[in-house]
């Protein structure tokens, strides 16, 4: 059985919060790194949940937390999710992605300059999505946790209950320029970090984007599930962390 304490841990709220548009999910979450940040990319996480209204962002305040307690800024983004309306989630995740910086000038948050984004479950997706499609400005890398990066076989092993029909309103087939495994390979490096026992999302997921995408660097975790990889108490924590320090600026 897969591990969804993350899901309900007790953590701080963020530091502070931002618009990226008038709408009420049109908000991110923010936590202002320490001086080590400031030499270091910004991270935007995109939370998961199946684009379903049932989850936002509030379960990755755990991992929001952890990674400023690791030495960056970070921000973790709010997006529309209606079942059917694909358009309004990838728009909401290119608007905040072009906003966020500039959001951030008059805030004490520290970094580089440069985004890494990412993204957990379905907001690897919209992760993935991203970098092929309409890129973060000053974008350096994307990392992919635990990915629903082929929507078609998503859509075939009906995952989560046909989450991928509910989200597109249809057959994948109708919005191939939504599926990341059909879009160019993204200019900026790609990692994929995806766990050997995920119930949730299976890792042939991912190794489907990679053989589509050769220059993906795919990272297995054998023995971690589907939500250890945002979990700050997990055995595969480190290996999220790590994946962040390649893009340390």
């Known amino acids: 059985m897969e591990d969804r304490s993350v899901l309900t841990q007790v953590v701080p709220e963020p530091d502070l919060t931002l618009r990226h548009g008038a709408r009420a999910d049109q908000v991110a979450d923010a936590w202002p790194g320490d001086a080590r940040a400031a030499r270091r ?78 993204g957990h479950s379905a907001g690897g997706h919209l992760a993935l999505w991203s970098a092929a499609a309409q890129p973060a400005p000053a974008l350096v890398g994307t990392i992919a946790l635990a990915p629903v990066a082929d929507l078609e076989l998503a859509h075939r092993l009906r995952l989560d209950g046909d989450a991928v029909a509910a989200f597109l309103g249809g057959p994948p087939q109708h919005r191939p320029e939504l599926d990341p495994v059909l879009l160019p390979t993204p200019a900026t490096p790609v990692v994929i970090v995806h766990g050997g026992q995920d119930e949730v999302v299976p890792a042939k997921l991912s190794d489907g984007y990679a053989r589509a995408h050769p220059a993906t660097r795919l990272v297995p975790v054998p023995d971690a599930g589907h939500f250890a990889l945002i979990d700050p108490l997990s055995a595969a924590w480190p290996v999220v962390v790590q994946a962040l320090a390649s893009f340390d600026g």
């Open 41 to 118: 990319p910004l991270a935007v996480l995109v939370h998961g949940g199946f684009w379903r209204p049932d989850y936002d962002r509030t379960h990755a305040r755990a991992m929001g937390g952890a990674l400023r307690a690791a030495g960056w800024t970070v921000v973790s983004i709010e997006y529309r999710r209606t079942p059917g309306a694909p358009d309004l989630a990838v728009h909401d995740v290119a608007a905040a992605l072009a906003a966020v910086p500039a959001a951030l000038a008059s805030a004490p948050a520290p970094h580089n300059g440069s985004t890494v984004v990412l």
